[in-house]
């Protein structure tokens, strides 16, 4: 088993930025790809950002990539979403999961991931 607890979350103006993190416990953290993803009121789950056991990283195409940013600490068991020039669009539940053994297909699919977080709010203003 692995747990997983985030956060970081609050509350920000438009155009300023915020650090989420996770952290695990229970198991190996260092084996695991991480993943961020994120649920606003009334949509769907969206996959945020991943990183490998070894660090390579991957985002969402869409408006997210190049304004947040994934790393992990792997001697803190902990991996940190760095979200800069928020948008009130970015207001959501941000949660972080762990999976093991996914390929570069599956790191944006929720359903690989089998260890999940309770998740931390992010709210940005206008």
């Known amino acids: 088993q692995v747990q997983l607890v985030e956060s970081g979350g609050g509350l920000v103006q438009a155009g300023g930025s915020l650090r989420i993190s996770c952290v695990a416990s229970?198991?190996?953290?260092?084996?695991?790809?991480m993943g961020w993803f994120r649920q606003a009121p009334g949509n769907e789950r969206e996959f945020v950002a991943a990183?490998?056991?070894?660090?390579?990283?991957?985002y969402d195409d869409n408006s997210m990539k190049g304004r947040f940013t994934i790393s992990r600490d792997n001697a803190k068991n902990t991996v940190y979403l760095q979200m800069n020039s928020l948008k009130p669009e970015d207001t959501a539940v941000y949660s972080c999961?762990?999976?093991?053994?996914?390929?570069?297909?599956?790191?944006?699919?929720?359903?690989?991931?089998?260890?999940w977080g309770q998740g931390t709010q992010v709210t940005v203003s206008s």
């Open positions: 999961a762990a999976a093991e053994r996914l390929t570069a297909f599956q790191y944006a699919s929720q359903y690989e991931y089998k260890y």
């Open positions: 990183i490998t056991w070894f660090g390579a990283t991957t």
């Open positions: 229970g198991r190996t953290f260092s084996r695991f790809t």
